[in-house]
């Protein structure tokens, strides 16, 4: 596609449940990132991948959250046990290789109850 | 520790007025620094990337520059528009933090007609 593509836009659930975020990043883009933006707070990081080498998970802030991507495509961010400190914004970026300018989506807002 | 600073926090001009961004950074040992836009609900818009390399990049009316030995960059806007409005952010990728960005708050930049 023309630009980061992320679904769904908006997600509203309740405290406890499991949540799975998707990126669709642009095509032939090698790099994939994930961040998190709370409210009034800047940017985290919280995973990269780079083709197939194994991600940098570092940023993650806990074991309950996970991201897979396979290969150079797709790539889902899931959140099991959902607390209300995770609401936030989750954007997604994409880059051609590392050291290329990083594209966005418009990111997933993420509501807890 | 990486840490970002932008002054000011919040700017609100009239059209037309020049205007500098300001962006500072605790750890000189950096790849690159980026500046993006974002508007209220997207994401992020790259505007610029400097390498460690580099003094400056332009792109129509943005000027960007980059003073590495003294942690400090500066985004300038010629000739602002009502359509510049939006938050400014900028990010360093630091050279011992892998491929993550660390970013800024963000200034938060309103132009008035």
């Known amino acids: 596609g023309a630009g980061v593509s992320q679904s769904p836009s908006n997600k509203v659930t309740e405290k406890g449940k499991d949540v799975e975020l998707r990126c669709d990043p642009i095509?032939?883009?090698?790099?994939l990132y994930w961040y998190r933006q709370r409210l009034g707070q800047g940017l985290e990081f919280l995973i990269y991948?780079?083709?197939?080498?194994?991600?940098?998970k570092s940023g993650l802030p806990s074991d309950r959250f996970s991201a897979e991507r396979t290969g150079e495509s797709v790539s889902t961010l899931t959140i099991q046990r959902t607390q209300q400190e995770d609401s936030a914004v989750y954007l997604c970026?994409?880059?051609?290789?590392?050291?290329?300018?990083?594209?966005f989506g418009d990111g997933t807002r993420l509501s807890i109850l | 520790k990486q840490e970002v600073t932008q002054i000011p926090a919040a700017l609100s001009v009239p059209e037309g007025e020049n205007l500098v961004l300001n962006c500072s950074f605790t750890?000189?040992?950096?790849?690159?620094l980026q500046w993006f836009r974002q508007d209220p609900g997207k994401g992020l818009t790259s505007l610029l990337l400097?390498?460690?390399?580099?003094r400056e990049q332009t792109s129509g009316r943005l000027n960007a520059s980059l003073d590495k030995s003294s942690g400090r960059s500066t985004l300038y806007i010629a000739a602002s528009q009502p359509g510049d409005s939006a938050t400014y952010l900028c990010?360093?990728?630091?050279?011992?933090?892998?491929?993550?960005?660390?970013f800024g708050e963000g200034t938060q930049l309103t132009v008035n007609p």
């Open positions: 970026a994409s880059s051609f290789v590392r050291d290329q300018p990083q594209h």
């Open positions: 750890d000189s040992a950096i790849y690159n």
């Open positions: 095509s032939g883009h090698t790099a």
């Open positions: 990010a360093v990728r630091k050279i011992t933090s892998g491929s993550r960005l660390t």
């Open positions: 991948f780079q083709g197939n080498s194994a991600p940098d």
């Open positions: 400097i390498q460690s390399s580099q």
